[in-house]
């Protein structure tokens, strides 16, 4: 390992819980719309924060604003100590610098060479060429370019175009990465690829990695904490396993539809609000509170109570976080009560989602 990369991953240890970013009710109006209504958040140093949210929801302009592209009307905006938000165009210079920034099209020059986009930010910091084209060495790499140093963009593959956007951002040592859908361009396995280096870099560096996706998977698969914004303001924020596995509003639920198991849609067609020979109910369980034998149990103390219909465990952040759906017989209204107060004593979340009207 080279010794930038120690030492930075040293202070980091010693800075772990420090906030680098703070934001305090930030407002930004783009004529009637809000896209930003006071929004307050902090991001820990050294870690993945993610950021979700539909289009429009408000993601691009609070990225915009932590790296001082954007200006917000009011509130504070704390990065690494400063409040930027009153900072003069000038001041904001030596900041920006010390936070990098990648993209979903990557935005390399095409007319110059890999190793010089990675060294163009040094270049224009008033680096030395030997020192900068040292720098983007190193670079090259930690990102697995080392043989592509002379080549141009466009003989890149997309993954291999984003690895060059990512020393590019690491080239002025920044406290900061910055993310904007920097893989939703790429192929799934060039994203998984992506995401290992992007969380190889944060625990090598102790870089704290900031990022803005429409992909849940990303923040599944390498985020610590997450925060869902709709119509600008924060509507739900925590650890990812818990989020994910436990959330709370409506917005959240429906942006984890395509990770989390939702009940076939055979069957969701015939579910009836009031009668029907099963009723089909959700039960969710995520973190400590999902281990131990939680259908087994059931069933010994309630035999004959349910079956399982859909679902399955998964694990986030080493946790697990479990959604099924199971369908007790409607001839007892009470063994509903039962089966819903057994989970719910062992911490599941339960809802009943109806009845099945046509389960022979
Ligand atoms: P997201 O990145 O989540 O898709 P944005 O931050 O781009 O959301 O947009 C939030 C809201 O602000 C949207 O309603 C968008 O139309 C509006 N908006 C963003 N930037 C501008 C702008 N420069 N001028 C006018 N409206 C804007």
């Not at 690829?193 to 698969?221: F, P």
């Not at 849609?265 to 009031?274: D, M, N, P, V």
């Not at 089909?280 to 010994?300: K, M, N, R, T, W």
Request: with cysteine; charged share 25%; proline share 4%.
């Amino acid at each position: 390992m080279n010794s930038f990369v120690s030492a930075a991953a040293i202070g980091a240890k010693a800075e772990a819980a420090v906030d680098i970013i703070r934001l305090s009710d930030v407002r930004r109006r783009f004529g009637e719309t809000p896209a930003l209504d006071g929004i307050s958040l902090t991001v820990r140093k050294g870690e993945i924060f993610g950021i979700i949210g539909r289009s429009g929801a408000g993601k691009s302009t609070l990225i915009r604003c932590l790296n001082g592209l954007e200006r917000a009307d009011s509130g504070e905006i704390h990065i690494d100590g400063r409040d930027i938000a009153g900072l003069a165009e000038q001041e904001l210079q030596p900041l920006r610098r010390r936070i990098g920034m990648i993209f979903q099209h990557f935005n390399l020059l095409s007319a110059k060479t890999v190793e010089e986009n990675i060294a163009l930010p040094l270049k224009i910091e008033g680096v030395a060429k030997p020192e900068r084209l040292q720098r983007a060495r190193e670079l090259l790499d930690l990102v697995g370019l080392s043989d592509k140093a002379k080549a141009y963009p466009a003989s890149l593959s997309g993954g291999q175009k984003q690895r060059v956007g990512i020393a590019r951002a690491l080239a002025a040592r920044p406290a900061l990465l910055l993310s904007d859908e920097a893989t939703s361009a790429l192929d799934p396995e060039t994203t998984r690829s992506i995401l290992s280096l992007l969380k190889d870099i944060n625990r090598k560096l102790g870089l704290t990695v900031v990022l803005i996706t429409h992909e849940m998977e990303v923040i599944r698969s390498i985020a610590d904490r997450v925060a869902v914004i709709d119509a600008g303001r924060i509507v739900e924020e925590g650890q990812v396993w818990s989020v994910f596995g436990n959330p709370q509003t409506a917005i959240t639920r429906s942006l984890l539809g395509s990770i989390r198991p939702q009940l076939p849609e055979h069957i969701t067609a015939r579910l009836s609000a009031e009668t029907g020979s099963e009723a089909i109910l959700s039960v969710d369980l995520a973190g400590p509170e999902a281990q131990g034998a939680l259908f087994a149990d059931l069933s010994a103390a309630l035999p004959h109570s349910f079956r399982l219909v859909h679902g399955g465990i998964d694990h986030i952040q080493n946790q697990p976080v479990a959604r099924f759906f199971i369908a007790v017989p409607a001839r007892d209204p009470r063994l509903q009560d039962q089966v819903a107060q057994f989970l719910t004593a062992r911490s599941a979340r339960v809802e009943v989602l109806g009845y099945d009207t046509d389960h022979a």
